[in-house]
């Protein structure tokens, strides 16, 4: 194996394991957001059912409702920017993959050929040896 096809290896190893570290991020933030959301829809909920006890709360309620409308657009401003990221890393990924089996496929080239070299040679050497004995006098 040659020191590029090792290294790109390494190279491909850790593309991936980017690739899996900005998809996880990009999970979290899902959830990140879900829950905000849900807590976003329980209020709205309470607030719509509780109209007694809402109006004593209302203020706090708008309020948090104010912070978890923010949250959630700071959340997807997040999200866009690491699916952005996520994009960029899965095709950093395919073009180590491509490298990797573009390097692989010439080292199983020039192995082949070597073996190849091999075989005549061993042929070549068999075939001097018979026509020395055939040429020798008895």
């Known amino acids: 194996m040659t020191d590029q096809l090792r290294r790109s290896r390494r190279i491909l190893a850790v593309q991936s394991q980017l690739d899996r570290l900005a998809q996880w991020s990009l999970i979290d933030l899902q959830s990140r957001a879900a829950v905000l959301e849900d807590q976003q829809r329980g209020l709205i909920r309470f607030l719509s059912e509780e109209l007694t006890i809402a109006e004593i709360f209302s203020s706090t309620m708008m309020r948090r409702l104010q912070t978890l409308a923010e949250m ?41 050929l070597r ?11 068999r075939e001097s040896q018979a026509s020395r004995k055939l040429t020798q006098p008895p």
Not at 115 to 125: G, H, K, P, S, T
């Open 72 to 112: 959630l657009a700071t959340i997807a401003s997040e999200q866009d920017a690491q699916r952005d990221r996520h994009l960029e890393e899965r095709s950093r990924l395919r073009r180590a993959k491509a490298i990797v089996a573009t390097l692989e496929s010439e080292a199983q080239h020039k192995d082949e």
């Open 115 to 125: 073996q190849l070299a091999e075989a005549i040679e061993i042929a070549l050497q």
